[in-house]
């Protein structure tokens, strides 16, 4: 079975070619991503500062990993104290699962951050394990201040889905007040992407920072997709 150790411990390995370390650092997101992987990948590129050629900054697949560490020692402590909880709930004869599902329990098509498998870049700026935190905040029945995902306090974003509205924290695109008539809406990209352009880090330069000419770039190349 594929174990995150194991692989976090590749992606520090220096001996390895990057080409490797960065399959590692992917194999660990595969295994947790809070924000999805997709998101997740993107924001660790813009946490970690991961450059477009890895060459230039091999250390930043390190710093990625660790953020992704952090993060997942939280998970899996709190993850442990449920697992515990329904073992003694299902002694009492207790066997149905409370909704709402704890947060790394939920499908994301129910999730209020589903937004963030169709659209990458929606994702909160938090560190991982700050969003952690807050989850498992939320989980144990306390009252958080703005988005419960990313604390932003702004108007929400709405949007129509013809007859009627989604509301989103303008931040992360959270869904804060869902369409009345209870359906799941397909949340349309702001801008459009292609994965590939992202997993190979386009929207990136050389020196960590994000490209500010990727956007255009990658609406061209969707457009000569289409």
């Not at 660790?44 to 060459?55: C, F, G, K, N, V």
């Amino acid at each position: 079975m594929t174990s995150f150790p194991t692989h976090r411990t590749r992606v520090h390995d220096a001996r390895l070619p990057l080409h490797r370390r960065h399959s590692a650092l992917r194999t660990c997101i595969t295994l947790f991503a809070p924000y999805g992987f997709r998101a997740t990948y993107h924001h660790l590129t813009l946490s970690a500062a991961i450059p477009r050629r890895l060459e230039a900054d091999p250390d930043a697949l390190v710093r990625a990993v660790e953020e992704l560490h952090e993060a997942r020692v939280l998970w899996l402590a709190r993850a442990e104290e449920y697992a515990a909880q329904r073992r003694s709930e299902k002694r009492a004869g207790r066997r149905a699962v409370v909704n709402p599902r704890p947060w790394w329990l939920q499908s994301w098509w129910e999730g209020s951050n589903r937004a963030w498998y169709e659209d990458p870049f929606r994702h909160p700026s938090l560190r991982l394990a700050e969003y952690v935190r807050r989850q498992n905040t939320m989980l144990d029945g306390a009252g958080l201040p703005g988005c419960p995902a990313c604390g932003d306090d702004r108007p929400l974003e709405s949007i129509s889905t013809g007859h009627g509205w989604v509301e989103l924290c303008r931040g992360c695109a959270w869904v804060l007040a869902p369409c009345p008539c209870g359906q799941r809406h397909r949340f349309v990209p702001q801008t459009p992407f292609n994965w590939k352009g992202i997993w190979q880090r386009a929207h990136m330069s050389d020196d960590g920072t994000p490209n500010p000419h990727w956007a255009r770039a990658s609406q061209l190349d969707v457009a000569r997709e289409s």
